[in-house]
């Protein structure tokens, strides 16, 4: 599984019983504290094993450090957060590579493992299903709102926290349920990961936006116009994809389409397991994980937000 899936990852099967899960990500800074940018970037990477269905194992840190006007104390600290979040993941850091940029960016190279014939896909949705999502929605705009000194410091620690905060937990409850398709939701935002999994299946998506689960301040910052420009350009590219009913509230459709880092897992699972599974995720304190939609027969390949 490579480039011409575009997957979250690439899965290269070594014997019958093992496959490598493999993907790399990094970003520049989206929080002031260089520890908590080390724990975000780090979470983030590590998210794409887990929503195919993985382990992730080991880890190579990838840095651009601008060494003439940045103190190094900065990269530690950042390579000190990414490290304490491996740890928290089981995964081993084995290497890396830094480089000197004028612009701050840090992330890593993942590698994971999984039995061949579990490896989850988008691309495998079922009609009938039903639809997890495990973290809350509006990370893209509140770091907007951050960036214009309009989000208190409780707000902020609330977000950076969640965004820090690995699928680990929700990738192994999902492992005891007849999950079909999982994806993880990051720059894309939520309707755009969703119409990565729509796009060829032959099924369509209904999804009930007020059960979506999104930070009502993001809500509020939308409505005041706080909309990251990726937010646009993921609606402008999925806009086709997406029906909106005509009581869905713009600022509802732009939290939809923000762009998330380090945002949930988005599950499709057999629906006579679907409460099961989302009583497992609360009790194991993935406590945002909501049902939020259904897998339907028609119209094929379209999202209906109601």
Excluded at 82 to 108: C, S
Aim: proline share 4%; aromatic share 6%.
């Amino acid at each position: 599984m490579g480039l011409e899936r575009a997957d979250d990852a690439g899965v290269y099967k070594v014997t019958d019983e093992i496959a490598i899960i493999q993907t790399v990500d990094f970003f520049t800074p989206i929080v002031d504290d260089p520890y908590w940018f080390g724990q975000i970037a780090a979470a983030n990477a590590l998210s794409d094993v887990y929503a195919m269905g993985g382990v992730p194992k080991t880890a190579m840190n990838l840095v651009a450090f601008p060494a003439k006007d940045m103190d190094i104390s900065v990269l530690r600290r950042i390579i000190e957060g990414g490290l304490d979040k491996m740890r928290e993941a089981g995964v081993v850091l084995v290497g890396g590579h830094t480089v000197e940029d004028p612009e701050l960016k840090y992330g890593l190279s993942v590698t994971g493992y999984i039995h061949p014939d579990r490896v989850l896909t988008k691309k495998n949705l079922k009609v009938g299903d039903l639809l997890i999502l495990t973290k809350r929605l509006g990370t893209g705009i509140i770091g907007t709102a951050i960036k214009g000194a309009l989000a208190s410091q409780d707000v902020t620690d609330k977000v950076t926290r969640a965004m820090a905060t690995l699928n680990k937990d929700a990738a192994e409850v999902m492992q005891d349920y007849p999950v079909h398709a999982c994806t993880d939701i990051t720059g894309f935002g939520f309707l755009g990961h969703l119409a990565e999994m729509v796009d060829g299946s032959g099924c369509g998506v209904r999804i009930k936006s007020g059960s979506v689960p999104v930070y009502h301040e993001a809500l509020e910052y939308a409505a005041m116009g706080l909309v990251p420009a990726g937010a646009y350009r993921n609606r402008e590219f999925r806009e086709k994809t997406v029906d909106f009913g005509a009581s869905v509230e713009r600022n509802v459709q732009d939290v939809l389409f923000d762009p998330q880092t380090s945002g949930g897992l988005l599950i499709s699972v057999d629906a006579t397991h679907a409460q099961d599974l989302l009583k497992a995720l609360k009790e194991k304190g993935v406590q945002d994980a909501a049902m939020v939609g259904e897998v339907i027969a028609e119209p094929k390949e379209k999202i209906l937000v109601e």
